[in-house]
């Protein structure tokens, strides 16, 4: 018998893996895929920031915080890539590991204060779905409702934008503004997924669901769709699993329920899969070595 707390982890997980999907294909496919995990490292130190200012934990609050922080980061990557040198996949390292390791000097000097017990910083770092309540899913589905409507709206124009930025600047779309939306995006679904699958593993929850759909389908729209479903069975069949199965964290399962469904995907998906290419292969070796060896006349 399904209790009401499985019930609301089961819908706030399932919705928090679709939207993650859903937004992780405008990274993947933009080679911003790592821009996530900075996002989410780089936002430690806001959570930190704003339980500090308060004196008390405050969700609302420590969430702005990671926003503005998690931006902030942003900011820092692209400085970093437009001023100097530095490539992108550098510079997200730099940025990921300052930001971290500031908001890890900051959540200990938050234990050692008499209150720091109470400001459940480990939760954000390796998530805590049990705690979710009927308001996170509420938050979640909001969240979820509006990005999927502004996809929606913007689809032709966020399209365009993700796979030839130029060509829209030239046609006097705003690139910039079109490309501001979606990192914000990018930026509302890490932060709100980082009590429930925590800072270390949100990334993993926007890459998966798109690098397994890329197996199965070389349509935009289709690549989309089938990554919000395999991102919601992520959700599902981890939280499923984890409630099932005494002691064992949520977030972790739903990331290895993601992994395995990529490992088969890349197994047997058709074309793409490895039997696939494996089959082919072969009938290319047989078909060579039965052809005469003067060719076909």
């Not at 390292?93 to 480990?122: E, R």
Request: charged share 10%; with cysteine; hydrophobic share 55%.
């Amino acid at each position: 018998m399904m209790t009401y707390n499985t019930a609301i982890v089961l819908m706030g997980t399932a919705m928090l893996s679709a939207l993650a999907g859903l937004v992780g294909c405008f990274a993947v496919l933009r080679r911003h895929a790592l821009m996530g995990d900075a996002l989410a490292h780089a936002a430690l130190p806001g959570l930190c920031l704003a339980y500090l200012l308060l004196g008390e934990r405050s969700l609302p609050a420590m969430l702005l915080g990671a926003l503005l922080s998690g931006w902030l980061g942003v900011l820092c990557v692209q400085g970093l890539c437009a001023g100097t040198r530095i490539k992108q996949d550098a510079a997200v390292g730099i940025v990921l590991s300052v930001f971290f390791g500031a908001g890890i000097v900051l959540s200990q000097m938050i234990q050692q204060t008499p209150s720091g017990g109470k400001a459940g910083l480990d939760s954000f770092i390796f998530g805590k779905t049990a705690g979710m309540i009927a308001l996170d899913v509420y938050l979640i589905a909001g969240i979820a409702f509006a990005a999927l409507l502004l996809l929606l709206l913007g689809y032709k124009e966020f399209k365009l934008v993700t796979f030839d930025p130029d060509f829209a600047r030239i046609q006097g779309w705003p690139a910039g503004a079109l490309d501001l939306t979606l990192k914000a995006l990018l930026g509302l679904t890490v932060v709100i997924g980082l009590p429930t699958v925590g800072v270390v593993m949100i990334a993993a929850l926007l890459i998966l669901p798109c690098v397994t759909m890329r197996f199965w389908t070389d349509q935009f729209r289709s690549l989309l769709i089938g990554s919000a479903l395999f991102g919601s069975s992520m959700g599902l069949l981890g939280t499923w699993i984890s409630s099932t199965v005494e002691k064992m964290p949520t977030g972790p399962c739903i990331i290895l329920v993601g992994t395995l469904l990529f490992l088969a995907s890349a197994l047997v998906a058709p074309r793409r899969g490895w039997l696939a290419r494996w089959r082919m292969a072969n009938q290319a070796r047989l078909h060579t070595s039965l052809a005469p060896p003067g060719g076909v006349p």
